[in-house]
């Protein structure tokens, strides 16, 4: 594991990137500083990007967003999201994905409305009447853990089987934390439901990922997010190497300007592969005495 100052020290070992987006290159806001002229500066050397999101939303959705914070299409060369690999094997109907019933019950199905496909499936507003479970997060950004219990248990009680399209605990959104789809999937799990996600750090998205790419060598990729347990872990499944930006998910944890032992413990603690390398936040070059 070492500490970088910038993409530009290790810019000339891979051929391919793959971004992750929230706490990556944007928190809800603005995009971040540099993460435009990172992306542009890999472009002039003729890499090729991905950017690969746990987000339940469809890659549109997610370009869209991105667009309007100056992240264009330009800029990279394709989007994998959660959502939308889980609303394709739903059309497909592979898999785990085989032997799921019509009738699917939906946690947030006003805020992200498109992960489940227009046809083949019909909605319903109680888990007793389910075949199975969508959950896709929260409608409520700010809802709790708890307000999910009920539901829960009425999960259990009927033994129906639960799809998350995002394996994300949580998010920071401009300082606030807020749950995502896997802490409900995780609950569920705790109490004996069948889950399966789909996203970071599974290996459905990477191989999607490197389909982008069309680089042959994992090796030669590497993987930019700031989560241990997605970002990294993932990668290494992969077989790739990972920066990991320590301004993210894990910044109240590690602190402004971590020390690389702080890294190591944080890994350790969540028994979690550690990064090839570990960066402050997204750039393209930075002075080492700049944090």
Known sequence: MDRIHGLREIADDFDGFIFDVWGTLYDGGAAFEQAVSSLQALRDLGKRIAILSNSPQRPGTVAGRLDRIGITADLYDGIVTSGGVTHDLLIKRTGPFSDLGERVFQTGPVRFPETLPDRGYISVDRVAAADWILCSGPDEPMATLQSFDPMLDAAIAAGVPMVCANPDLEVVQQGKRQICAGAIAKAYADRGGRVVSIGKPHPEVFERSMSILEIDT??????????LSTDVLG????????????????????????????VEDLSSELKLRQPTYVDHAIAWSVAPNAG
């Open 218 to 227: 994992p090796s030669r990729c590497l993987m930019i997010g700031d989560n």
């Open 235 to 262: 990668a290494a499944r992969a077989g790739l190497a990972s920066l990991l930006l320590t301004q993210g998910i894990h910044a109240e944890h590690l602190g402004p300007t971590p020390a690389m032992s702080a």
